[in-house]
């Protein structure tokens, strides 16, 4: 048996989770985690065949590419890859002139890229659902990845504590989103400067999200559920590592730093890691870490979002 379907989500863009209510949040989620033990089954339901998913990267990606080009095999449909070097999107051809060749070819466009204006501009001239692959503000899919690996953790996810420790990038403007819509008590720990987007942080707080910014990483972790942490120089920012590594001084997660956690808490990273930096290898590979389960549950995430957004409306 298929998901229920969430018929509010059918034929929109996927670009930020700030557009969903909690509802179609939750919703989202259970119907990845049906998904993912339907096919764990051996159930092979085909609710995208004859159906084509565009998948344009400017950035270098495992999971994301590996993972939608799956999802959308597995539900019977088919991916086109593209780049940078292959369409020049808002160099060769405009964003809107791109948009609208893609959408009389395809039923939808998945877009990683640098800077969030472009994918605003595909979704505003594309006549199919487009989907946030990340982008330089916001990276959706993977905190429903994360999201999948909470509940399969803990159950009932309100009032769980979440700390994520490091830079205040694109995951942790997702984090932010995250946590408002499924009443998670989220702490950000990061130098100084280094905070969320204030807007995002305005709006969650607007809509009852529990955030807090911290600026002792040590002192932030203690208690939590979940300690969280991702790279301090993303892709795009390696002019700036010297001053960030600098800066960070103290923000290195070690497994020491799991003793101060609640009993059954657990260690997350989006990945790719930079061991050394933000995390320690024994870190991702420690008895406590979730860290393979969130990359499988990229899969499972990905699947859920192409089922409902990619749906007849």
Same mark, same amino acid.
């Given at each position: 048996?298929?998901?229920?379907?969430?018929?509010?989500?059918?034929?929109?863009?996927?670009?930020?989770?700030?557009?969903?209510?909690?509802?179609?949040?939750?919703?989202?989620?259970?119907?990845?985690?049906?998904?993912?033990?339907?096919?764990?089954?051996?159930?092979?339901?085909?609710?995208?065949?004859? /159906?084509?998913?565009?998948?344009?990267?400017?950035?270098?990606?495992?999971?994301?590419?590996?993972?939608?080009?799956?999802?959308?095999?597995?539900?019977?449909?088919?991916?086109?890859?593209?780049?940078?070097?292959?369409?020049?999107?808002?160099?060769?051809?405009?964003?809107?002139?791109?948009?609208?060749?893609?959408?009389?070819?395809?039923?939808?466009?998945?877009?990683?890229?640098?800077?969030?204006?472009?994918?605003?501009?595909?979704?505003?001239?594309?006549?199919?659902?487009?989907?946030?692959?990340?982008?330089?503000?916001?990276?959706?899919?993977?905190?429903?990845?994360?999201?999948?690996?909470?509940?399969?953790?803990?159950?009932?996810?309100?009032?769980?504590?979440?700390?994520?420790?490091?830079?205040?990038?694109?995951?942790?403007?997702?984090?932010?989103?995250?946590?408002?819509?499924?009443?998670?008590?989220?702490?950000?720990?990061?130098?100084?400067?280094?905070?969320?987007?204030?807007?995002?942080?305005?709006?969650?707080?607007?809509?009852?999200?529990?955030?807090?910014?911290?600026?002792?990483?040590?002192?932030?972790?203690?208690?939590?559920?979940?300690?969280?942490?991702?790279?301090?120089?993303?892709?795009?920012?390696?002019?700036?590592?010297?001053?960030?590594?600098?800066?960070?001084?103290?923000?290195?997660?070690?497994?020491?730093?799991?003793?101060?956690?609640?009993?059954?808490?657990?260690?997350?990273?989006?990945?790719?890691?930079?061991?050394?930096?933000?995390?320690?290898?024994?870190?991702?590979?420690?008895?406590?870490?979730?860290?393979?389960?969130?990359?499988?549950?990229?899969?499972?995430?990905? /699947?859920?979002?192409?089922?409902?957004?990619?749906?007849?409306?």
């Amino acid at each position: 048996m298929e998901p229920t379907r969430l018929p509010s989500l059918a034929g929109k863009d996927f670009l930020s989770l700030a557009d969903l209510t909690k509802e179609e949040f939750a919703g989202l989620i259970a119907s990845a985690i049906q998904l993912k033990a339907d096919w764990k089954r051996g159930v092979r339901p085909a609710p995208m065949q004859h /159906k084509t998913l565009a998948m344009f990267f400017e950035k270098q990606s495992l999971r994301t590419r590996t993972t939608f080009d799956v999802a959308m095999a597995q539900l019977g449909g088919h991916s086109v890859l593209l780049s940078q070097d292959y369409i020049g999107l808002g160099v060769r051809e405009t964003v809107r002139d791109v948009a609208n060749n893609l959408s009389r070819w395809v039923d939808g466009i998945m877009a990683r890229t640098y800077e969030h204006d472009k994918l605003l501009q595909l979704a505003e001239h594309a006549t199919v659902p487009v989907i946030n692959g990340l982008s330089d503000y916001l990276h959706p899919c993977q905190l429903v990845a994360d999201y999948i690996s909470l509940t399969e953790t803990f159950g009932d996810l309100a009032g769980l504590k979440l700390t994520y420790v490091g830079d205040g990038n694109n995951v942790a403007n997702s984090h932010v989103n995250a946590a408002a819509l499924a009443g998670v008590h989220l702490t950000v720990a990061c130098p100084p400067g280094y905070e969320p987007d204030a807007g995002v942080l305005a709006a969650a707080r607007e809509r009852g999200g529990s955030i807090t910014i911290a600026h002792d990483p040590r002192a932030a972790v203690r208690g939590a559920d979940a300690l969280y942490t991702d790279v301090w120089i993303s892709m795009g920012m390696e002019e700036d590592t010297a001053r960030r590594k600098r800066d960070f001084t103290g923000y290195t997660v070690t497994p020491e730093w799991f003793a101060d956690l609640a009993p059954r808490g657990v260690f997350m990273h989006d990945l790719p890691a930079h061991y050394g930096e933000e995390c320690t290898e024994e870190c991702v590979y420690h008895e406590r870490s979730i860290v393979f389960d969130q990359a499988e549950n990229r899969l499972h995430a990905h /699947k859920a979002v192409i089922f409902q957004y990619l749906a007849e409306p």
